[in-house]
């Protein structure tokens, strides 16, 4: 019976994508500090969409092209040239809401640029603001699913890790899981038990450590919280929106 599940595996690095078939696959991208929880909130907060971009210069471009708020971030750090950053702090409602945010991220959305062009079925955002409304779509569509770690340079990470960890807590009875990336995701989630910042901070995970080196607690915290802004980011037509469900 088992069999007739569908699968899901857990690519811990873009560097990897190329090892997983993503036709008609449920891709999650997951960029957990901090690029798929900004567009969580962004959107939570009423934003009309949001167009990621994988490069700083087609950002600018697309910004003088059509009137929206152009963000981006490399190395942690607001990108030269742009004037908002990769904070979910930096679109509360009163400036996000009906505009269209066009966003680079180091990591984020050069892996959901990656999935697009190998052919992925349907691409969906995943962070801890939005656990619950991906962890319902996964169940609800019934198809093959990657949860897609954007990693930090290709470099595993922690935090992207612990969160398809999350997901599969959730969601392993209704897929067929023959993935040890999926188990070590789900063995580093149990572990981290309820605090996921303390076990950040214990483990001295490096993208906790570079943010935190930059000021930004208050944002990892978020980072990190659950269903702060649940709602589903879904790829269409070249932009991420509210999936209506």
């Known amino acids: 019976m088992a069999n007739s599940l569908p699968s899901l595996h857990t690519c811990l690095s873009p560097a990897l994508l190329n090892l997983y078939d993503v036709n008609h696959t449920t891709v999650v991208i997951i960029d957990v500090l901090r690029a798929t929880s900004t567009i969580a909130t962004a959107l939570y907060n009423g934003a009309k969409c949001v167009i990621p ?3 700083v210069a087609k950002c600018i471009e697309l910004g003088k092209q059509i009137d929206s708020i ?17 904070s979910p702090f930096e679109y509360p409602r009163e400036f996000v809401g ?13 892996l959901l640029h990656m999935a697009l062009e190998k052919g992925a079925g349907q691409i969906v955002t995943g962070s801890f603001p939005n656990l619950s409304a991906v962890c319902d779509y996964l169940l609800g569509v019934k198809t093959p699913v990657i949860l897609g770690c954007a990693a930090w340079k290709d ?23 023959n993935c040890d990336s999926s188990q070590m995701a789900e063995t580093l989630y149990k ?24 000021g930004l607690e208050k ?4 980072c990190l919280s659950a269903d702060a802004a649940n709602v589903l980011p879904f790829y269409e037509n070249g932009k991420l929106v509210v999936h209506k469900g």
Do not use: M, P, W
């Open 155 to 177: 470099r595993i990470n922690l935090e992207d890790t612990l969160f398809a960890g999350a997901v599969i807590s959730r969601v392993k009875q209704a897929f067929s899981i």
């Open 53 to 55: 971009v994988d490069s």
């Open 219 to 222: 944002d990892i915290r978020y």
């Open 98 to 110: 009906n505009k269209t945010l066009v966003l680079t991220t180091t990591n984020g959305t050069k």
């Open 70 to 86: 152009t963000a981006g971030e490399r190395d942690g750090k607001i990108a030269e040239g742009l004037s908002y950053g990769n």
């Open 191 to 214: 572990d981290a038990g309820g605090d996921l910042y303390e076990f950040l901070k214990l483990k001295n995970a490096s993208h906790y450590h570079r943010l935190t080196g930059f």
